[in-house]
C-alpha cells in the first residue's frame, strides 16, 4: 500500500498544549508557526481556546531532524490545541475518552512544577493521556550559552561546568518531583522505552534552541505508538469548543476529530438535557494551516479545526458532541445520554458546581471527587437563582454545602439579587480550578468552625463561683450577694448548686460596676432566688 493511501486513511493526531500561567505554552506554538499571537494576548496570557493545523510538509522543512534521524512520516500532520492556563481544556472529551491523542506539557524549568502545573498533571493521568514535556525557558538559566548548530544533547554537553551542573540540578529536581505524581521521567536522548518514561525535552522558545527535538520525539511517538489509533471512521464525529458571534451570525467554533463532515450533511447536537437537537449546515468553515483564519469548504476530514453555522437557532453548550444524522436519532439519543452522564456524576447531597463547559465541568467534579468534596447538583452556564435556591435549601441540611461553586463563569442579576436577600449562602468564583478547590475547601474549613463554636455556645454553659461573704447583702429570698467567678461564665438564668450538686437557686439578674448583665466571666454581685440562706 502506498503512503498516499495511508494518509488517506489516516486523521492527524489531536495533540494539547498545556501547562502553568505564563510557561510559555503559546510561545512554543509561536515559535512551530513563526507567528506572534502571544503579543497580541492580553497580558501575555492565552484568554481562548485556539488550534494550529499543522500540515506533514511543514513540519519536514520545521524538523531537518526527522529526516536525519530516518523517522518516516506517515500521519499527515498535527492538529495543536493551545489551551487557557487552567486544566479544563486539557479535559476535553470525546466518545470513549479524551479529545487529545496525546500532549505536551510545558514546564518552566526554573519554576517545576507549579499548582497548575499538577493540576493539569491529574488531569492527563486521569484520561490516560500519553504526554511529553517540554522544559522551557533553559535560556533563562545563568550563564547559559545558545548554540542553534548542536544538537540540544551535545549543547548541554558543551556548556560550561557550572552552568552544566546548575542545569542538572534543575532537571533532576522535576525528575523527583515527577515521581511523587507517579510517573519515572528522563532526558528524551537518554530513554530506550518510551512506554515507561515520560520525554524531557529541553528547549527555549526565545530562541528556538530545542523546538526541533520536541518536533521529532513528536512526530517518532506518534508514528510508533499512535499510527494504529487514528485510522479515520466514516462518519464524522467532533466536539463544540465554543459558541460565537460574528456580524451577529452565531457560529459554533469547534474540533472535528474523526471521519468526514460536508457541508450538506445533517447533524445531531448533544443537549445537557432532552433529545438531541438535529439541524443543518448553513456555512462550513475550516482552519487554515498555521494560520488563525478559516477558509470556506463543502468537505472536512478529521482532525481539524472548524467553525459552522447551523440552520437552527438553539443554544448550544460548549463541549457538546455532535455526529453526522442518518435516521438513527433514537441511538443517537442513547449515546448523547450515556456520554453526557457519566460526565456529570453528583451525589444525594452536597455543593452546587458550574462550569462554562462540559469538559471544564467534568475537569471540576473530578477535582472535587478527589478532594472528597460532594457535588449535589452540576450543570453548564452562568450561576442563576435556581442554584442559589438550592444552596438555601441545602442551610437546612448541611451548612458545609451551603455554596455555589463557578469555575470560568458569571452570576446573573437575578442571582445576585437572590443571594444579597439570603443569609448563610456562599458564591465562589474562579477562572483557575485549583484556586477554586482552594477557596472551598479553606470556607469549608471556617464554616466548620462557626458551626461548632456555635453548637458549644449552645450547649448548657458552666461556670464555678464562691461567695464572697464580706459581700452578702441579703440572704433571705431572694438573697443578694458578691461572687468571685472562678471558670467558666456566670449567665442570667443559670442554675445554682451547692456542693452537694442540689440546686439552690436560680440566677435572676446580674450586676457588674453597678451596671446590669446578661452574663459576666468577673467577679460581680449577683441577685437570685434561692430555698436557703446564705
Known amino acids: 500500500m502506498s503512503q498516499e493511501t495511508n494518509i488517506k486513511k489516516i486523521r492527524q493526531p489531536i495533540v494539547t498544549v498545556c501547562g502553568h500561567v505564563d510557561h510559555g505554552k503559546t510561545s512554543i506554538l509561536d515559535k512551530l508557526r513563526q507567528s506572534f499571537v502571544q503579543e ?3 497580558g501575555g496570557i ?17 524538523c531537518p531532524l526527522i529526516e536525519k534521524n530516518k523517522i518516516k512520516l506517515d500521519i499527515p500532520g498535527f492538529l495543536f490545541i493551545d489551551t487557557p492556563g487552567h486544566a479544563a481544556f486539557t479535559n476535553l472529551r470525546k466518545r470513549g475518552g479524551s479529545l487529545a491523542d496525546m500532549a505536551i506539557l510545558v514546564i518552566d524549568i526554573n519554576e517545576g512544577i507549579k499548582p497548575q502545573t499538577a493540576e493539569v498533571i491529574q488531569i492527563l493521568k486521569h484520561n490516560k493521556t500519553p504526554f511529553i514535556i517540554a522544559l522551557n525557558k533553559i535560556d533563562n538559566i545563568s550563564g547559559w550559552k545558545t548554540n542553534m548548530d548542536e544538537e540540544m544533547k551535545d549543547s548541554i554537553e558543551s556548556q560550561a561546568g557550572n552552568i552544566k551542573n546548575n542545569f542538572n540540578e534543575k532537571y533532576l529536581t522535576l525528575v523527583g518531583s515527577l515521581q511523587s505524581h507517579g510517573f519515572d521521567a528522563d532526558l528524551y536522548h537518554k530513554i530506550t522505552d518510551f512506554t515507561k518514561k515520560i520525554a524531557l525535552v529541553p528547549c527555549s522558545a526565545k530562541t528556538g534552541e530545542g523546538i526541533s527535538e520536541l518536533v521529532m520525539v ?3 511517538l506518534s508514528q510508533k505508538y499512535l499510527a494504529g489509533r487514528l485510522t479515520l471512521a466514516k462518519d464524522a464525529r ?3 469548543l465554543e459558541r460565537k458571534k460574528e456580524k451577529d451570525n452565531p457560529y459554533l467554533e469547534s474540533i472535528l476529530y474523526d471521519g468526514e463532515l460536508s457541508k450538506h450533511d445533517q447533524i445531531a447536537i448533544a443537549k445537557l438535557e432532552g433529545e438531541a437537537l438535529i439541524t443543518r449546515i448553513r456555512v462550513l468553515e475550516e482552519i487554515k494551516p498555521l494560520s488563525d483564519k478559516f477558509a470556506p469548504k463543502e468537505k472536512i476530514t478529521a482532525a481539524t479545526g472548524l467553525r459552522m453555522q447551523i440552520v437552527e437557532k438553539a443554544d448550544i453548550l460548549p463541549g457538546m458532541p455532535f455526529v453526522v444524522f442518518r435516521d438513527n436519532k433514537e441511538e443517537i439519543d442513547k449515546i448523547f445520554r450515556k456520554q453526557v452522564t457519566e460526565s456529570i456524576k453528583t451525589s444525594g447531597q452536597g455543593v452546587i458546581a458550574k462550569a462554562d463547559s462540559l469538559g471544564s465541568l467534568e475537569a471540576l467534579l473530578t477535582m472535587l471527587h478527589d478532594e472528597r468534596i460532594p457535588v449535589v447538583k452540576a450543570g453548564i452556564g452562568s ?8 444552596a438555601k435549601a441545602n442551610l437546612k441540611i448541611n451548612e458545609l454545602d451551603a455554596v455555589v461553586i463557578g469555575f470560568n463563569i458569571e452570576i446573573d442579576e437575578e442571582a445576585k439579587n437572590l443571594a444579597k436577600q439570603t443569609k448563610g449562602i456562599k458564591i465562589l468564583k474562579e477562572k483557575v480550578i485549583y484556586k477554586l478547590i482552594e477557596n472551598l475547601k479553606e470556607f469549608r474549613q471556617e464554616r466548620k468552625k462557626e458551626i461548632e463554636k456555635r453548637r458549644l455556645m449552645e450547649l448548657t454553659p458552666l461556670a464555678k463561683a464562691s461567695i464572697l461573704h464580706q459581700f452578702v447583702f441579703r440572704n433571705t429570698n431572694p438573697a443578694i450577694f458578691g461572687v468571685k467567678i472562678e471558670t467558666g461564665k456566670l449567665i442570667q438564668g443559670m442554675n445554682l448548686l451547692d456542693e452537694n450538686n442540689e440546686k439552690v437557686g436560680k440566677i435572676k439578674n446580674m450586676q457588674s460596676e453597678k451596671k446590669s448583665v446578661n452574663e459576666d466571666r468577673r467577679t460581680g454581685t449577683c441577685n437570685l432566688y434561692a430555698r436557703n440562706k446564705f
Open 40 to 42: 497580541s494576548e492580553a
Open 46 to 62: 492565552t484568554q481562548k481556546i485556539s488550534f494550529t493545523l499543522y500540515p506533514a510538509e511543514k513540519i519536514k522543512s520545521a
Open 218 to 220: 513528536l512526530c517518532g
Open 238 to 240: 467532533g466536539v463544540v
Open 383 to 390: 450561576i442563576n437563582k435556581t442554584d442559589i435556591a438550592s
